[in-house]
Nanobody, 122 residues
Framework: QVQLVESGGGQVQAGDSLRLSCAVSGRTFTLYATGWFRQAPGKDREFVSAISQSAATVYYADSVKGRFTISRDNAKNMVYLQMNSLKPEDTAVYYC???????????????WGQGTQVTVSS
């Protein structure tokens, strides 16, 4: 059974940093691309970042480019999202996801975590 478990969310002030983690189990992690998505209240789920199996290819939404960094540790079956210079508009539930094949910005990922709340106050 595939499990993705996010952690690291919380409530911070604008300008602060957070590091989200996603622990993956139940599949051969190195065969899967992984991504981070977020959903704010009343809004659709949106793409944040994605990373290929080897970490050679990464994608970022324009809204987080230069502030967020995605990474993965294949030895530990972990994906991370380092979030710096947080803004109130980054407030959302953040989801980790994974899919076989290439990393994409589309939400068509096969497996999803339960999400972790990030709240940024001004």
């Amino acid at each position: 059974q595939v499990q993705l478990v996010e952690s690291g969310g919380g409530q911070v002030q604008a300008g602060d940093s957070l590091r989200l983690s996603c622990a993956v189990s139940g599949r051969t992690f190195t065969l899967y691309a992984t991504g981070w998505f977020r959903q704010a209240p009343g809004k659709d789920r949106e793409f944040v970042s994605a990373i290929s199996q080897s970490a050679a290819t990464v994608y970022y939404a324009d809204s987080v480019k230069g502030r967020f960094t995605i990474s993965r540790d294949n030895a530990k079956n972990m994906v991370y999202l380092q979030m710096n210079s947080l803004k109130p508009e980054d407030t959302a539930v953040y989801y980790c996801a994974m899919k076989p094949g290439i990393a994409t910005t589309s939400p068509r990922y096969n497996y999803w975590g339960q999400g972790t709340q990030v709240t940024v106050s001004s």
